[in-house]
């Protein structure tokens, strides 16, 4: 495969940067046609960064503290994105609202994960929330990301049971199983629907 053959991809993330690992390990395959080009932090202590700095991507720390405004903060992202020729961006664990701006110029390159079977459960502490809610199941989804939260096009769905005696530890580490399974099959589904296998 040259390199011109190959999905150019961006992966934003916040804090531990597990997705973001799974994700970068599955592109780094030999058979998969795509290249991280580098990975997006937007806080400086996130425990991710080590990995990267181990693995030699190219991380990009950017503490949006440091931008008043959200917008500001968005085109540098978008700066980068575009300067590097990034085909794909996958948002992994990123706990950051993306402007309108931004989530409209990178439509239907953008994705995002989120731990839960959308549309249920939109927002934060999915996890606490599927235990009181008294339901059989929880899972995780990753979708097209548009500007409304934890909206878009779902690409790949998996559900996990809720066990009576779960805690919430016990039902996010489940999930996250799964999440760690289902990011890189929505990726290659989605280089298959772009055309690049
Ligand atoms: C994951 O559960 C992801 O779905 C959610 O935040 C968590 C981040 O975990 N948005 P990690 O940083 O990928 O380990």
């Not at 804090?15 to 990975?39: C, D, Y």
């Not at 085909?87 to 706990?95: E, H, K, R, T, V």
């Not at 994960?113 to 939109?122: G, R, V, Y």
């Not at 929505?186 to 296998?197: E, P, T």
Request: hydrophobic share 35%; aromatic share 6%; glycine share 4%.
């Amino acid at each position: 495969m040259s390199k011109k053959d190959l999905c150019r991809i961006a992966i934003l993330f916040s804090g531990r940067g597990s997705n973001m690992r799974s994700l970068a390990t599955h592109i780094s395959r030999a058979n998969v046609p795509a290249e991280l080009v580098f990975t997006l932090c937007n806080r400086p202590n996130a425990e991710g960064i080590e990995f990267c700095q181990t693995n030699q991507i190219d991380c990009h720390v950017i503490d949006h503290k440091q931008y008043e405004q959200r917008q500001d903060f968005d085109e540098q992202i978008n700066h980068l994105c575009t300067s590097h020729n990034i085909d794909l961006i996958c948002a992994a664990g990123f706990m950051r609202l993306l402007t309108e701006k931004f989530v409209s110029d990178w439509h239907n390159r953008l994705l995002n994960i989120h731990p839960s079977l959308l549309p249920e459960l939109k927002g934060l502490n999915t996890h606490e929330r599927a235990l009181q809610s008294g339901k059989e199941e929880h899972g995780c989804t990753v979708h097209y990301m548009r500007p409304a939260m934890d909206e878009g096009p779902i690409i790949i769905q998996k559900s996990v049971p809720i066990h009576l005696e779960d805690t919430e530890k016990c039902l996010s580490s489940r999930v996250l199983e799964q999440e760690h399974i289902i990011y890189p099959q929505a990726l290659d589904i989605v280089l298959k629907n772009r055309g690049y296998y």
